[in-house]
């Protein structure tokens, strides 16, 4: 199976950045005679959506040909690249690839047309309801999913026998997870840097807390920082807890999800929080002979940790929709092409060529994909009951107030959560930048 490390990136980061696109042509482009041609802004991956994109482009019958333009890996620098483009209304880009959590702000700022009732029924039949509600503002469908993405806990069997816990069990916490790697001296791997994957990390233990980051997120700017209370405090105490604990990794405040994995692979990891590409990354690096057998062999997947014993998790989804830019010149054949690339097929083989999976809910019944995926049902299971990030036009200043106060994850105590809410009430109101 193949696997494009640097896609890790792509799923969300607070910020602006600079960088040109590169483009890889799969037709020929230049000034246009015969069929329009549907330029796509796409994120990197090992040539997947490309190849899709190609075979609409064949079977359309000369409807439309596609040229992809590759977003960089950052997503910093493809939020940089898309606002810009977009508030110049760039008629240029006709489909692009869009991080779940920004589809508001690019909904609210006009820069997505929306999907007609027709079309959205179309887009959407057989998805699981979690990718779909990523690409709704409004009630209104402004974004289709391309592929989602979710949490698991990743486990050492050996280590965990050898702890006596079972992180399998229905109330498995992240205390008992701490506990337990610091019981055998080891370490637990968790996106802690100052980026996007740590605001996922501290929005799932709010949410699963049976908390909210906001309480009110379509309040937009008005929006009630909610942060402070049980679900605040408990999860400050495992974020802080786990940093100041022996089980802490060495890099845990620089630390992504690629830095989490080199950790759990590593002869001191025991546990990990990650995304299911881990399973075919452990696959590649066995082939290539960087990675022992019997060290994938021992590798452990569960469902994300609870908070509370008796509250079941909401793990954290990720994933990418496919949006209809605004001011693009072809909006009916960019319509056409994302129905196409979406199809259940092929996100499907998606899924089993990527190791991203797929939105849709009939995919992992596949054969190939349950072969590919001993994992599959967790996977489903858990996108259909997972949390999302606050769906908010202002979603990057909610994000930047949480990452911004909960860094380094060691600096995280008991005030934490209460200082977070009043740093990001005078974010949204206007009276602090980030």
């Not at 929006?223 to 845990?252: C, N, T």
Request: hydrophobic share 40%.
């Amino acid at each position: 199976m193949k696997l494009f490390h640097t896609k890790l990136l792509s799923r969300g980061l607070v910020g602006i950045g600079v960088v040109a696109a590169a483009a890889t042509v799969l037709t020929a482009c230049g000034s246009e005679s015969g069929p329009p041609t549907i330029t796509w802004y796409a994120f990197p991956d090992n040539g997947g959506a490309a190849e899709r994109a190609h075979r609409c482009a064949d079977a359309s019958g000369g409807a439309y040909r596609v040229r992809i333009e590759v977003l960089p890996a950052d997503a910093t620098m493809q939020r940089e690249q898309l606002v810009r483009r977009l508030a110049a209304r760039d008629s240029s880009i006709d489909v692009f690839s869009l991080d779940v959590a920004y589809v508001a702000e690019f909904a609210n700022a006009g820069f997505l047309r929306p999907f007609s009732d027709a079309d959205a029924m179309e887009l959407t039949a057989g998805m699981l309801p979690a990718p779909v509600a990523t690409g709704l503002w409004s009630n209104t469908l402004y974004a289709a999913p391309f592929k989602t993405n979710i949490q698991m806990l990743w486990f050492k069997k050996s280590m965990a026998a050898a702890a006596g816990v079972d992180p399998r069990s229905p109330d498995f916490t992240w205390d008992k997870v701490i506990e337990a790697a610091v019981s055998q001296g080891k370490k637990i791997g968790v996106q802690g840097a100052r980026y996007e994957g740590y605001m996922q990390w501290v929005t799932a233990l709010i949410s699963s807390a049976g908390g909210r980051i906001v309480s009110d997120p379509e309040a937009g700017r008005h929006a009630a920082p909610s942060m402070a209370g049980p679900a605040g405090a408990k999860a400050a105490d495992i974020v802080g807890g786990l940093a100041r604990s022996g089980a802490a990794p060495a890099d845990l405040s620089v630390a992504r999800e690629e830095q989490a994995r080199a950790n759990f692979q590593s002869d001191q990891g025991m546990f990990m929080v990650n995304w299911p590409y881990v399973l075919a990354a452990g696959r590649t690096a066995v082939e290539q002979g960087t990675l022992a057998r019997s060290v994938l062999d021992d590798y452990g997947f569960a469902r994300y940790p609870r908070v509370f014993a008796d509250k079941p998790s909401t793990p954290p989804l990720g994933g990418t929709d496919l949006a209809v830019g605004a001011y693009g010149r072809h909006p009916d054949r960019a319509v056409s092409l994302i129905e196409c690339v979406n199809a259940l097929d092929k996100a499907t083989q998606y899924m089993l060529d990527e190791g991203e999976p797929s939105p849709y809910a009939a995919s992992y019944d596949d054969p190939k994909v349950r072969a590919s995926y001993p994992d599959a049902d967790l996977i489903r299971q858990s996108v259909t009951e997972a949390g999302s990030r606050p769906i908010t036009p202002y979603y990057p200043d909610i994000a930047g107030s949480v990452i911004n106060t909960w860094h380094p994850p060691a600096s995280v105590r008991a005030g934490t959560p209460a200082a977070t809410d009043a740093f990001m009430s005078d974010v949204l109101s206007g009276k602090r930048l980030l």
